[in-house]
């Protein structure tokens, strides 16, 4: 998954924002695999009137009976103002 957290979101909380993904994501029986920030990108369009934001891939394995629920938290957190999860089969590689 690659979320993107808002700009107003100050440096020292990201972490506390990635950690509370991570703990709805075990809480469901769920493994967070690898957390990677990608840091402070400039947006390709404005999102909530936001030019950037935080960019950070989650790799995670979850059932995928879970995953509607993980997107819908995704939503209600304010933190978050975009998200992207995708499959991966096992041996894929994700680069930046």
């Known amino acids: 998954m690659v979320m993107i957290i808002s700009p107003d979101v100050p440096e020292e909380e990201v972490p506390g924002t990635i950690e509370k993904v991570g703990e709805f994501i075990t809480s469901r029986g769920g493994e967070v695999a ?7 990108r400039k947006l390709a369009y404005p999102i909530r ?3 950037e934001g935080e ?3 989650t790799q995670f394995k979850l059932d995928p009976t879970q995953v509607g629920d993980l997107e819908a938290s995704m939503e ?3 933190e978050v103002i975009r998200h992207l999860v ?3 089969e096992e041996g ?5």
Do not use: N, S
């Not at 690898?34 to 402070?40: I, K, M, S, Y």
């Not at 894929?92 to 930046?96: F, M």
């Open 76 to 78: 209600l957190t304010e």
């Open 49 to 51: 009137r936001y030019t």
């Open 34 to 40: 690898e957390v990677d920030r990608w840091g402070r």
């Open 55 to 57: 960019y950070v891939l």
């Open 92 to 96: 894929e590689t994700v680069a930046p």
């Open 86 to 88: 995708v499959r991966r």
